[in-house]
């Protein structure tokens, strides 16, 4: 977990600028349309710029900075960075609605296009609420019990990719549970709650066998603080998809008022 120095300098540049460009590009590309869709339709509502200012942020803090340098060799410190990129990044940038302002921002034509994609079957798949929980669930449990945690910090490009993974497979399990964004492979609201459940609960298992089975090379006390931030920061982020969920569910549940002209 400890590197010499000229492992560590390495450490610190390239990773942090692969993981931070690809935040900072969906920032400035999210104003642009911002800018854009502005002149030509109605105003787009700021919490939405708000939520996605936020997301990018904490998304970057997570993989560049004194967190992102401190997680090297601290449990804690990358527990933290996992919450805000695997699970609030993501809740954050879901909830700004990318894909919507990207369709009111296209021409007629390229949003044709999108849309057509966005029906593909492969994104259908990797949209369901099943794979998405595989993907993103399982991930964890890959990464966190088997040598994966320990080559991550052996092998550059291993780490580049698992990060890229923790956020890609959060926020895809994130769209496939709260519909903002269209979604044209539509999932029950019932079916999404029992992923939702399933998926809370092997997240906290996984957060208290952390607990007591320390990845190799992490202090016990540091795994004991670090399975304590995922247990209970966790829950807190799937308080609020759960609230999301059950005001969707409930709104589209709500009886309708004939209208009596």
Known sequence: MHHDGQHSAEWVILPQVLLSIPFVLVLIFYMIAVFK????????PVHRIIFLCAGTVLAILSVAGPLAERSYTDFRAHMAGHLFLGMLAPLLIA??????????????????????????????????PV???FLNIGGLWLLYTTSLYSLMHEIMWLHVLIHAHIFL????????LIYIDPIHHRV???????????????HNILAKYLYA????GVPMDEAQTGA????????FVDAAIIFILCLHWYRAARPRVAFNG
Do not use: C, E
């Open 188 to 202: 029950s609201y019932l079916n999404r709650a029992i992923v939702l459940v399933l998926s809370l609960a092997w």
């Open 95 to 128: 909830l700004a609605a990318p894909m919507t302002l990207m369709l009111r921002t296209l021409h007629t034509g390229q949003a044709r296009r999108l849309t057509k994609w966005l029906k593909s079957p492969p994104v259908g798949l990797i949209t369901n």
């Open 213 to 216: 089975n320390p990845p190799n």
């Open 228 to 235: 304590m931030l995922m247990y209970y920061g966790g829950d």
């Open 37 to 44: 869709t502005n002149q030509t339709h109605r105003q787009w």
């Open 131 to 133: 794979t998405a929980a």
């Open 169 to 176: 497979a959060g926020y895809l399990f994130t769209v496939s």
